[in-house]
């Protein structure tokens, strides 16, 4: 039996996302994973409240909202065994659950400059965190993920490009069948 995961990179348009871009020089730098289609289980490391960029840790994403309600985005899939998927899932469950606990590794992100690991006990940067539950669910992960950025994971070969464009679009296309049908 295999599932499938989804990872979602987005272009965000906040301070951060576009000073991130500037070092990387890519559009895409914000990084989430999803375990449906639909995108309505969409987790990832940024900010809790919108108008508060210093606000961040854990979060269960909107797609319809916020930052990504104009968000331009990229989507992958991934078919993963059931073990790997149950592996990932718990892993989630357990930070959703905890996440007042979790904080946003704003450290992390001058250590992918420097090419150094800060480590912070419970703290990921939206790439690290996508990173790290992809090796934690026995996916290979080419490097530490705590350098990793959405470019790099864009660049994982088991990764599948299933979309481009506004994720809205996205949204639109695949919630909009279930809603008239279910």
């Known amino acids: 039996m295999t599932h499938t995961i989804y990872i979602v990179l987005t272009k965000t348009g906040t301070l951060l996302s576009k000073a991130i871009g500037m070092?990387?020089?890519?559009?895409?730098?914000?990084?989430?994973?999803?375990?449906?289609?639909?995108?309505?289980?969409?987790y990832s490391f940024g900010r809790r409240q919108l108008n508060n960029p210093l606000s961040g840790g854990f979060l269960r994403e909107n797609a319809e909202t916020g930052l990504l309600e104009s968000a331009d985005c990229v989507i992958y899939r991934c078919e993963v065994?059931?073990?790997?998927?149950?592996?990932?899932?718990?892993?989630?469950?357990?930070?959703?659950?905890?996440?007042?606990?979790?904080?946003?590794?704003?450290?992390?992100?001058?250590?992918?400059?420097?090419?150094?690991?800060?480590?912070?006990?419970?703290a990921y940067f939206c790439s690290q965190f996508v990173a790290t539950l992809l090796k934690v669910g026995g996916l290979q992960v080419y490097q530490n993920p705590a350098f990793m950025t959405p470019h790099c994971?864009?660049?994982?070969?088991?990764?599948e490009k299933v979309f481009v464009g506004k994720l809205s679009d996205y949204i639109q296309t695949v919630r909009a069948p279930a809603m008239l049908y279910g």
């Open 23 to 42: 070092y990387t020089g890519k559009e895409m730098n914000h990084a989430s994973v999803s375990f449906d289609a639909e995108l309505y289980n969409m």
């Open 81 to 122: 065994s059931h073990y790997q998927y149950l592996e990932m899932v718990k892993i989630v469950r357990y930070m959703y659950w905890n996440r007042d606990r979790y904080k946003y590794n704003f450290l992390g992100l001058f250590g992918v400059v420097m090419q150094k690991e800060l480590r912070r006990e419970r």
């Open 153 to 159: 994971i864009s660049e994982l070969p088991y990764l």
